[in-house]
């Protein structure tokens, strides 16, 4: 069975960095690519970063274009995002999501999330 | 970047009804989208992918389709457990994005 873990969210100030892992267990990670989507309370889906299973293809949203980094380990199954410079309006949300192939295409499995709250 | 405007953002409709929802992008992305049901404190799940496959093990109610930029989905007898908002998202390059959502309500 398929498990997706996201760790790191939590409280922080405006400015400030965080960086979220996703812990990927029950298929071979290192064949499919994936992606960060968040969601703002009572808000819509916001794709926010993708990696493709080679690290070939990497895209960000423009909201985070800059300010992120995505990056995935193959031997350890992970996932992660670095984010610097966080602004209130990246309070969200961060769903780890499995694609259904190598590129960026579709997002087959989600995580249950981690909360990013950016407040001073 | 391609824009995916979705409409409407809202619909109240009755059981068994034929409910519509579309989505429109900003230039041509053949049939790189996909749909994707949310249902209140869960992640969403796909319901249709390549804009008119529909996932396994999704009612045959749902059906995805296709006119130049212009997507739909639709439902064609609602019921109750289609409370849920819809999403549509493409793919046809990076950054990937998504509509911005259409609540149904009965």
């Known amino acids: 069975e398929m498990h997706l873990v996201e760790s790191g969210g939590g409280l922080v100030q405006p400015g400030r960095s965080l960086t979220l892992s996703c812990t990927a267990s029950g298929f071979a990670f290192d064949n499919y690519a994936m992606h960060w989507v968040r969601q703002s309370p009572g808000k819509g889906l916001e794709w926010v970063s993708g990696i493709s299973w080679n690290r070939d293809k990497v895209g960000y949203a423009d909201s985070v274009k800059g300010r992120f980094t995505i990056s995935r380990d193959n031997a350890k199954n992970a996932l992660y995002l670095h984010m610097s410079s966080l602004r209130v309006e990246d309070t969200a949300l961060y769903y780890c999501v499995k694609d259904g192939s190598a590129f960026p295409r579709i997002f087959e499995y989600w995580g249950q999330g981690t909360l990013v709250t950016a407040s001073s | 970047d391609i824009q995916m405007t979705q409409s409407p953002s809202s619909l109240s409709a009755s059981v068994g009804d034929r409910v519509t929802i579309t989505c429109q992008a900003s230039?041509?992305?053949?049939?790189?989208l996909n749909w994707y049901q949310q249902k209140p404190g869960k992640a969403p799940k796909v319901l249709i992918y390549d804009a008119f496959i529909l996932e396994t093990g999704v009612p045959s109610r749902f059906s995805g389709g296709r006119s130049g930029t212009e997507f739909t989905l639709t439902i064609s007898r609602l019921q109750p457990e289609d409370v849920a908002t819809y999403y549509c998202?493409?793919?046809?390059?990076?950054?990937?994005?998504f509509g911005g959502g259409t609540k149904v309500e009965i």
């Open positions: 998202q493409h793919y046809d390059n990076l950054p990937l994005s």
């Open positions: 230039q041509d992305i053949s049939n790189f």
